[in-house]
């Protein structure tokens, strides 16, 4: 297996922003000002509009020491990160931040203020196999079938693989966002090249380890 790229790599922190300010001392439009140079954001709030918590206050396209920051978002109860190199990144940028702003700005914080962290990862990689296609006997049987009765409909030459498989949790029992395990053919990639886009609401290193098992078991069993 040979990781082609990280996709995303998102780290939410769970914190309320008045816990940041408790006695209305920081002046956020400074610290916002202050944050867009540190960052060096190409896109980021330039009317008083822009401002509001409950939709997303969004920082585009900056760069945090040699990590090149996608998206950073301030809301109401939480603050979101989002790099193209792992969710590690992206929770460090948020501490980091966060201790500057302690530092500069008079903003309270210690990391113990983050009471829950949401992950989520994307990842696209090679495999030594077509995984899918072995994964499932039935599967790969039940579309070939397809593949062959479509082909006779339609006069033309149609292979049907299995293209993907998800993994989710029971949502009648309880109702929370998270993503599900996804595991599925890269779009736009022809299905010799063993291609694929898995996403999952881990951070990075564990969901690449948890691909790597998944494969070695798939190969043990061809």
Same mark, same amino acid.
């Given at each position: ?23 209305? #001392?920081?002046?956020? $439009?400074?610290?916002?000002? +202050? ?19 409950? #939709?997303?206050? +969004? ?25 193209? *190199?792992?969710?590690?990144? @992206? ?7 966060? @201790?500057?702003? +302690? ?11 983050? %009471?829950?962290?949401?992950?989520? @990862? ?28 479509? *082909? ?37 990639? $022809? ?17 690449? %380890? ?5 494969? +070695?078991?798939?190969?043990?069993? %061809?």
């Amino acid at each position: 297996m040979k990781l082609s790229a990280v996709t995303l790599g998102r780290c939410i922190g769970f914190v309320e922003m008045s816990d940041l300010n408790p006695r209305g #001392k920081v002046f956020f $439009p400074e610290v916002i000002e +202050a944050l867009v140079k540190q960052c060096h954001f190409q896109k980021f709030p330039k009317e008083y509009s822009e401002l509001d918590e409950r #939709k997303g206050i +969004a920082f585009l396209e900056g760069k945090w020491g040699d990590i090149t920051v996608d998206k950073l978002t301030l809301y109401q109860d939480g603050i979101l990160v989002d790099t193209c *190199s792992s969710t590690a990144d @992206s929770e460090r940028i948020l501490h980091e931040a966060l @201790s500057w702003g +302690a530092s500069q700005f008079g903003v309270t914080y210690r990391p113990e203020m983050i %009471k829950r962290k949401v992950y989520l @990862s994307d990842l696209t990689f090679y495999s030594e196999s077509p995984l899918l296609t072995i994964l499932n006997p039935a599967l790969s049987a039940l579309a070939d079938r397809v593949g062959r009765a479509l *082909s006779e409909i339609r006069n033309d030459d149609f292979r049907y693989e299995i293209s993907g498989f998800t993994a989710h949790y029971d949502q009648s029992l309880k109702q929370i966002p998270i993503a599900p395990f996804t595991v599925q053919r890269r779009l736009q990639t $022809p299905f010799s090249e063993n291609k694929y886009f898995s996403e999952a609401p881990l951070p990075t290193d564990l969901h690449w %380890k948890l691909l790597e098992e998944f494969e +070695a078991t798939i190969l043990i069993r %061809k």
